[in-house]
């Protein structure tokens, strides 16, 4: 069809440590069934649009590796060059990572975990927080990824709730206030299309409710 300058970002399916309710981070826990099958309807939502991909870039983590060749298989684009970089990976959640989220609400108290988990700039010990992540994320869009969408490629994201927030933060304009309030489900995309100076012509969710 001719589409230029679209950009769809995925979450990865629900992982083996979602579904535990541990805290993930740069763990490298797999897609539970259901993740793999969320992966897959990923795929059938992207494929609706019709539009040929020209690269894929995802994180160094295989949750979203496996989202990403998923998505491929289904939309039947598995020959996609894929650029795989740990500037997309998850925020690094620290002395958190491994942890199941009630126990460090008990460890350190509900009030701190909350902080830890929704402020911007406030990182838990020994990891980021999601200004340091888009401190790594928002040079390697700029410098690698946006630069493709210029040219008229069209380009596919499989990363991580936090990556991608630092992202959505950018294209949409977000405050610090309100990025860290967006929930972003596993498995549903979201689709940019740019206009040729690089800025927004539209933004679409493709998953169904």
Do not use: C
Not at 92 to 109: F, H, I, M, Q, V
Not at 134 to 148: H, Q, T
């Amino acid at each position: 069809m001719g589409q230029k300058r679209n950009l769809i970002l995925v979450r990865h399916g629900q992982s083996e440590w979602n579904k535990k309710n541990l805290f993930t981070g740069w763990k490298n826990p797999g897609l539970t069934p259901l993740g793999y099958e969320e992966a897959d309807n990923a795929g059938v939502a992207i494929k609706k649009t019709e539009i040929v991909f020209d690269v894929m870039f995802t994180s160094d983590l295989k949750r979203a590796q496996i989202t990403g060749t998923s998505i491929l298989k289904q939309i039947n684009q598995e020959d996609l060059v894929t650029i795989k970089n740990q500037a997309l990976n998850e925020r690094d959640y620290g002395s958190l990572s491994g942890l199941n989220k009630d126990d460090a609400r008990e460890k350190w108290g509900e009030e701190q975990v909350h902080i830890w988990r929704r402020s911007y700039d406030t990182p838990p010990p020994n990891g980021e927080s999601l200004k340091n992540t888009a401190e790594r994320v928002l040079p390697y869009f700029n410098d690698l990824i946006m630069p493709e969408i210029l040219l008229g490629k069209n380009v596919l994201i499989a990363a991580h709730g936090n990556s991608l927030r630092a992202l959505i933060m950018q294209l949409d304009s977000m405050s610090e206030e309100d990025i860290v309030k967006l929930e972003i489900p596993t498995g549903a995309p979201i689709h940019y299309r740019f206009n040729e100076d690089g800025s927004v012509a539209f933004r679409k969710d493709l998953h169904e409710k």
